[in-house]
């Protein structure tokens, strides 16, 4: 999501997401290009609403493969962390078995395991996907895993590495990984339709390029989006038709990460309220599609206040009440001693406490 990278002292590196908002459509589109722009937004949303649509196999098998899943994202255990002075290149490999623990513990039934924060992340991934499927307790309760990459607009700061804004490669390679690996089921894109670059790439020939190249392996490797409430929110009515029209038939879920900013207000990682009729008004756009609620557990660089225990349970509870599923931006997780670093501090309140929140939550959902 719109990240700047930051590095946690003692803990790992992580993307604190925060972009510039969309610019009103009101004035700037002609009539005729706002009514070309309802007319295909029409169109898609009949095709999203057939029961032909819906019924095809591989589409059903994809959307309910995201459906329901309570996840973690982001703030991997490194190597590296509780390290003394003079940090080796492989100390900064993931701790995987530290990962698996903490997924254990929270109860969490899927992770989101980000290719971005070092060029050693997709020779990790295998060993984290392996290590998951010989945990007891994660198999038990089929434990999944998302492939999460970087997107164009962010490309600048560094690439999901090794091959960086080739998608078609991603989905090809992705899939062929999954054919003998079934707990990976998804591949998600940051701030997929956010930006202008990121735009230009995913057309709809680019996006069918995609799903052609995963469906030679795997036709149930599902395609997760991430969106914000500026996409849809009224003053860019037409701007989010124009979205719907290129994208919905191409995506099995959208992850939306959500900070009240409906309310007009700022930011906020106090305000609960506003997530019913944000996902109501999501849901009227992308009719059938999953939506997974993504909570900022680390702070928005664009808030003022810091999460807490109170806030991220409250939202959780939420999400399992209004969407299909949940997410974890950056949740706090233990160091080697079983604690919790004080660098958490700055970037959450009471890290023990919220920790406690998630996993009492996540854990009271799981299946005997």
Partial sequence: MKIRWAIILLCATFVLR???????????????????????YQKMRQLLVDDTFLKQ?????????VTGVRADYDTEPRLSDD???GVTPASTRIDVLRL?????????????FLIGHQKTDWDDFPLFVEAAEKSPDLRSRGFTIWVYLVPPSESRRG????????????MENVARFSVDHPSVT???????????????????????????????????LALVTVMYWEEIEPAREVAAMKEVSVIADAIDGILYPYMAVSLGKRYSHKETSALPAELKRLRQFYPGIPVIVDIYVTKHSRSSDLPDPDWVGKLIDLSSENADGVALYGSPKKNRQGGFSGAWSGSMRDPA???????????ARLKP
């Avoid at 690439?159 to 991603?170: N, Y």
Wanted: hydrophobic share 40%.
């Fill in 159 to 170: 690439k999901s590495e090794p091959f960086g804004l080739d998608f078609v490669a991603w």
């Fill in 186 to 220: 998804a591949i998600c894109i940051d701030d997929f339709y956010w930006s202008p670059e990121n735009q230009a790439l995913f057309t709809r020939d680019y996006l069918k390029r995609m799903r052609a190249a995963a469906d030679r392996y795997n036709p149930h």
């Fill in 83 to 85: 390290a003394a002075a």
């Fill in 57 to 65: 196999a591989d589409r059903l098998a994809r959307r309910q493969a």
């Fill in 353 to 363: 406490g919220i920790f406690e929140a998630i996993s009492t939550r996540y854990r």
């Fill in 18 to 40: 925060a972009g510039p908002g969309l610019a009103s459509d009101q004035v700037r589109l002609p009539a005729g290009e706002r009514d070309l722009a309802k007319q295909d």
């Fill in 100 to 112: 698996i623990r903490h997924c254990e513990e929270i109860g969490a039934t899927c992770y989101h």
